[in-house]
């Protein structure tokens, strides 16, 4: 069992950044390749940004890539995503979440355990 609470989210002019983090609690984070997603209303979940368990590889959605960094502090037992840059079309509920086994990732269905979400809003 793993404990994940997001933070950091916010309302954020187009250009802006923020910083979202997610602290675990009950098992360390390197146990786990951790992802962020991200819902907006009327639109299916996706992967926004992963990291994986071994190896620390990252993987980036197109549509963030180049703006959207992931990180992993273990010392902290938070992941974090960095966004630069933001645009409108950014704003949604954002979701960290963490799979055990290394699932399809992509698919929401592979993470077992998910944060209750931040919201982010970035205006025009």
């Known amino acids: 069992q793993v404990q994940l609470v997001e933070s950091g989210g916010g309302l954020v002019q187009a250009g802006g950044s923020l910083r979202l983090s997610c602290a675990a609690s009950g098992r360390t984070v390197s146990a786990f390749t951790m992802g962020w997603f991200r819902q907006a209303p009327g639109k299916e979940r996706e992967l926004v940004a992963r990291i994986k368990r071994s190896g620390g590889s990252t993987y980036y959605a197109d549509s963030v890539k180049g703006r959207f960094t992931i990180s992993r502090v273990n010392a902290k037992n938070t992941v974090y995503l960095q966004m630069n840059s933001l645009k409108p079309e950014d704003t949604a509920v954002y979701y960290c979440?963490?799979?055990?086994?290394?699932?399809?990732?992509?698919?929401?269905?592979?993470?077992?355990?998910w944060g209750q979400g931040t919201q982010v809003t970035v205006s025009s």
């Open positions: 979440a963490a799979d055990p086994s290394d699932g399809t990732y992509y698919r929401p269905t592979s993470y077992d355990y």
